[in-house]
């Protein structure tokens, strides 16, 4: 069986010129075939200040009104999307650039208002949506690989009533990730600014190399994985068990070394 690898970086990596470069670098030299999701909110944030707009962020998910999602729409899938594929094409990697809507890859579900465990609170998140895998028309994401490109993936989707949603770059990897599962040996790596899952925080020396189910019981009840490592664990062990092979954590600036975390059933 073929495998594919499904690469997510976020925008911290987007927006540092100099970590982005590096990243396109390395992910051009990894052979075989791959996709890259990216995030971009860093970026999207600035750019709302710049035009006036204040971001609203509610347990980590941006409120997305009419006026934010034209301008996530114009950094994710414009600015961010093609200056990855640029940097990409230039290492001799050739990438192409889509968002849910193209090939109508990718359908969300536009989320209703939701109440907050947290507060009790009923907030509506606006133009947010939603997916499982059986959103996502791996087909066609195949069809792309078998062309030699690779996909690049901002996380703009679109709505089966035609209307553009932003959804999770996270949940847009694990799903696409999820979805390959039952025509390749699927590995979904997330890049981002540690070297994968420390037992200490504080302490970069403290990685922790492999973490099964059992393992990462012990370290939720122990207080070990805490805040935003918790739900990344938690959606890699939800991938793994819908068919994903490995879910790997690691630096976004050292992609093609074996210093990582590796999640596993």
């Known amino acids: 069986m073929e495998k594919i690898k499904v690469f997510k970086i976020g925008g911290n990596v987007v927006d540092d010129r100099a970590r982005l470069e590096k990243f396109a670098e390395e992910f051009s030299a990894i052979p075989g075939r791959k996709v890259l999701i990216h995030g971009g909110g860093a970026i999207a944030s ?36 093609k200056s990855i594929v640029a940097l990409l094409q230039k290492n001799g990697c050739n990438a192409i650039g889509l968002s849910g809507a193209d090939g109508a890859v990718i359908k969300a579900t536009k989320r209703p208002p939701v109440r907050l465990a947290s507060s009790g609170e009923t907030v509506d998140y606006g133009f947010v949506g939603d997916l499982d ?6 087909g066609f994401i195949t069809s792309l690989l078998d062309m030699g490109l690779v996909p690049v993936f901002c996380a703009i989707t679109c709505s089966r009533d035609g209307e553009l949603l932003n959804t999770n770059a996270d ?75 490995e879910v790997v954590i690691k630096n976004s600036g050292n992609i093609l070394n074996d210093r990582q975390t590796v999640c596993h059933s």
């Open 46 to 81: 600035a750019m709302q200040k710049e035009l006036g707009q204040s971001p609203v962020m509610i347990e980590g998910r941006r409120v997305t009104d009419a006026a934010t999602l034209r301008i996530v729409t114009m950094v994710y899938a414009g600015w961010c999307n």
């Open 133 to 138: 895998p059986s959103d996502i028309d791996s």
């Open 171 to 245: 949940t847009v990897a694990s799903s696409i990730a999820v979805s390959l599962a039952s025509k390749a040996v699927t590995s979904l790596i997330y890049c981002f600014e540690k070297d994968g899952v420390l037992a200490d925080r504080n302490d970069d020396s403290s990685l922790i190399p492999e973490i099964t189910p059992d393992i990462f019981r012990k370290l939720k009840e122990d207080g070990t994985v805490a805040d935003g490592m918790l739900p990344k664990l938690e959606n890699a062990f939800k991938a793994i068990k819908d068919g994903v092979a």
